[in-house]
């Protein structure tokens, strides 16, 4: 069992008013609602860095079928408060992108530094008559998550528009091994009603990738938490309903 600080017992105390504990009786693993979470995460994000609120949803699907194995992009409304770093890859369209906001554009100058190991960018938009060279690049950037994709909208020929997605707050999102699936939804800092806001979108397409072929209970928990801070259990069914 995973121990904890002095500070995390103490942030767990302050939110609810007592100290964390396994008992179902404890009042930490009683699901709430989703302000009612957001509120519980804000009180509990005490680093001194202004923390990432993220989610987590697991879902009764098998990320092993095909069919089952769900992945997409939202657009959060209010972003997630991070200067997101964009790289293009193409041959012909550097001005367009630069124009848009990406940080660096560009077809071999950039494919030379990828191949030296090069990753520091968090999303790479590529058109896809590039995809031939950047594909064989799939050992480097794989693993990272970088490699362009045309279901996340990173493969192309509108970069300027996918620019300016991604710097707006469109995030992607895949479902892990587990049928889990994780993405930040703001800062700590952010007022409770755009976290709301931002968490709604987030669950409300998941809600829609609902596969046909899954069955039985779609979304079986949400989670809530800042980056140092405590999870908060969501009650996934009241959420759900709020949805439609």
């Known amino acids: 069992m995973q121990k904890h600080g002095k500070r995390y017992h103490n942030v767990v105390k302050k939110a609810w008013g007592t100290a964390d504990g396994q008992s179902k009786e404890n009042p930490r693993h009683k699901p709430v609602s989703i302000q009612e979470a957001v509120s519980k995460v804000k009180q509990t994000a005490s680093a001194k860095f202004d923390e990432s609120v993220d989610i987590a949803i697991n879902l009764g699907i098998d990320p092993r079928k095909a069919d089952q194995a769900i992945r997409g992009t939202v657009s959060l409304p209010h972003g997630i408060g991070k200067t997101v770093r964009v790289t293009v890859v193409t041959r012909n369209q550097e001005a367009a992108a630069l124009a848009a906001g990406a940080d660096e554009a560009g077809f071999e100058p950039i494919l030379e530094k990828i191949r030296g190991g090069w990753t520091d960018t968090d999303v790479i938009i590529a058109t896809p008559e590039v995809m031939g060279e950047l594909g064989k690049l799939g050992r480097i950037l794989g693993p990272r998550g970088l490699m362009p994709n045309p279901k996340s909208g990173t493969v192309t020929q509108d970069v300027a528009n996918a620019v300016k ?12 091994k587990a049928g889990n699936v994780h ?33 039985g209970q779609y979304v079986k928990s949400v989670t809530i938490s800042s980056t140092m801070g405590p999870g908060v259990k969501v009650d996934a069914q009241e959420a759900i309903k709020a949805h439609g």
């Open 165 to 176: 997605e991604v710097k707006a707050g469109k995030i992607e999102y895949r479902v892990d």
């Open 183 to 215: 993405a930040s939804v703001g800062k700590a800092s952010f007022e409770a009603p755009k976290l709301v806001d931002n968490i709604n979108t987030f669950l409300g397409t998941i809600i829609r990738a609902k596969p046909a072929t899954a069955k």
